[in-house]
């Protein structure tokens, strides 16, 4: 079992920025991919970055390309994103998630992601 713990959501206002944090509490936590996901009220929720197990390959979604920034810790066990130029429309509930992979191919089905975090609330005022 993975633990995972985000932080670093709060109010906003439009054009600024956050970063999130997510602290797999595993000790050992080599090969597997994470990957932030939102779901704002009365919306599905919908894949908004990946990255590999290595850091070397990293997936966006359309509607924040350019915007964000997925990274990972040093130790591996920890992912942030850095979100910039924020939007009302990305105000959602943040969730971490994670899954093994041995694979450079990054999924954006939430479906395929085995552990997830709490989720932190992200609002972006106009």
């Known amino acids: 079992q993975v633990q995972l713990v985000e932080s670093g959501g709060g109010l906003v206002q439009a054009g600024g920025s956050l970063r999130l944090s997510c602290a797999a509490a595993?000790?050992?936590?080599?090969?597997?991919?994470m990957g932030w996901f939102r779901q704002a009220p009365g919306k599905e929720r919908d894949f908004v970055a990946a990255i590999s197990w290595s850091g070397g390959s990293t997936s966006y979604a359309d509607s924040v390309k350019g915007r964000f920034t997925i990274s990972r810790g040093n130790a591996k066990n920890t992912v942030y994103l850095q979100m910039n130029s924020l939007r009302p429309e990305d105000t959602a509930v943040y969730y971490c998630?994670?899954?093994?992979?041995?694979?450079?191919?990054?999924?954006?089905?939430?479906?395929?992601?085995?552990?997830w975090g709490q989720g932190t609330q992200v609002t972006v005022s106009s």
């Open positions: 998630a994670a899954y093994y992979s041995d694979s450079y191919y990054l999924s954006r089905t939430d479906q395929d992601y085995h552990y």
């Open positions: 595993r000790r050992r936590f080599s090969g597997y991919a």
